[in-house]
């Protein structure tokens, strides 16, 4: 079996040397999850174990240890070409749709132009040059989205800037650009193991509300049961003041590898809004505008093409065209339709983020505004505060090297503290 990616990350992160609390930490893992994780990667990366006298485990790992990986699983060989072969190919998706846009309009008003000279082949030249210049030009006016000058004219006018160009633009305008809280549940508990860090390893239940959701009414009970989900994770300890108030002290996530200075975090968990698109205004209102040119378009070729006797005097373009018609309508009335449809979706979603937002903000705001009686329950949780950093020093074994020469090692370390001892106690 694979090591976890997100182990491994976070073995890189923290300079590959860890302990179980360092990795749950920084990753937001479950703490069993991460001990069997740094366990399997050890195992299969040629990493080591280091065991301090208090019995705390530090793993080190070899820089290169995703080489060794990679050399030994094809699953991750796999992984790294697979990802390679997305990136191109979502690319060339996420074009096509501006692609198929451009395409699609291109051949609809060829097709019009065609129809349109035809039936007019009979009329008198002059009469024919008016009514095409007020019939069919009228629409290309349109096209002047497409004109080199375009952008240039509304250049000036462009409150912000985009990195997409248009074809880009296009899926952006059509789709979106991802759940912008994809990795909302990771974050949520990277920022709590964050915050129990902050405090040594001992918290009350207001100090990690502000990063919970779905308390309700459940954080003016006295058990505190939203609690649990966080003692689980992180193997929590509850414990009792002599004032009958609960705080909380997380043994495993108070030992590091390292000297680490407090992380800095938002005084609550904050959900990112949707966001209608990241082109610019000026490539929003283009790819609009294409798309009523494509929509109106359709319509009215399919008005020129309901009888058929177009496509069977024409032929050709005309014919081909007609066979698949219906997807032409059906793309530009998609075209407009997502984007409205999507639009009243993200004011909708919005709402709910900025409620949650507003709820744990309210409760970030009783922990900064804290009373009497919270303050003397932090006060309590403090004395169970401890850091432990686990240097070389430290250590009485290693998995680097031979238990025998250890054990000598360890030995010779004692004497020679004892002699330092005993020469001090002469002196004196």
């Excluded at 949650?356 to 309590?380: C, E």
Aim: hydrophobic residues 45%.
């Amino acid at each position: 079996m694979a090591p976890n990616p997100a182990i491994m990350q976070a073995v890189e992160r923290l300079g590959y040397r860890v302990t179980v609390g360092d990795v749950a930490t920084q990753a937001g893992l479950n703490v069993e999850i991460a001990n069997q994780g740094l366990l399997a990667l050890a195992s299969e990366a040629g990493g080591h174990m280091q065991v301090a006298e208090s019995g705390d485990i530090v793993y080190q790992f070899p820089r290169n240890f995703r080489d060794v990986l990679r050399n030994k699983y094809l699953r991750l060989q796999l992984q790294e070409w697979w990802k390679k072969v997305w990136k191109v190919l979502f690319y060339l998706i996420r074009i096509s749709f501006g692609i198929f846009l451009i395409v699609s309009i291109a051949l609809i008003y060829i097709t019009i132009l065609i129809i349109i000279m035809s039936a007019s082949s009979d009329r008198d030249s002059s009469d024919r040059g008016s009514d095409f210049g007020e019939g069919f030009f009228y629409f290309p006016n349109f096209f002047w989205y497409l004109s080199p000058n375009y952008d240039t004219y509304y250049q000036e006018r462009r409150r912000e800037k985009s990195e997409l160009n248009f074809l880009e633009a296009v899926f952006s305008f059509l789709f979106g650009d991802g759940n912008p809280n994809a990795n909302l549940e990771e974050r949520r508990w990277q920022e709590i193991a964050a915050v129990i860090r902050n405090n040594k390893g001992a918290v009350v239940a207001e100090q990690i509300s502000p990063y919970l959701d779905d308390i309700g009414e459940k954080y003016q009970q006295e058990y505190e049961d939203y609690m649990l989900p966080v003692l689980t994770r992180f193997h929590g300890q509850p414990t009792v003041s002599p004032q009958g108030q609960i705080v909380y002290y997380f043994p495993e996530l108070q030992v590091s590898a390292t000297k680490k200075r407090s992380r800095s975090l938002k005084p609550y968990l904050e959900e990112f809004p949707w966001r209608f698109s990241a082109a610019s205004s000026g490539q929003i209102l283009l790819s609009a505008g294409l798309g009523v040119v494509n929509f109106v378009g359709a319509l009215i070729l399919g008005s020129l093409l309901r009888d058929g006797t177009a496509a069977a005097a024409l032929g050709g373009l005309v014919a081909f065209v007609q066979g698949f018609y219906w997807l032409l309508l059906g793309y530009g009335t998609g075209f407009l339709a997502l984007p409205l449809g999507r639009y009243f979706w993200i004011q909708w979603r919005n709402r709910k983020i900025a409620e949650r937002n507003r709820q744990r903000q309210a409760r970030a705001r009783v922990l900064a505004n804290a009373d009497t009686q919270l303050l003397q329950k932090i006060a309590y949780a403090q004395q169970f505060a401890a850091e432990k950093v686990i240097g070389k020093e430290d250590l009485v074994y290693s998995t680097e090297a031979d238990l025998l020469e250890q054990e000598v090692e360890r030995s010779a370390q004692i004497d020679a503290e004892w002699q330092r001892r005993l020469q001090e106690g002469s002196r004196e």
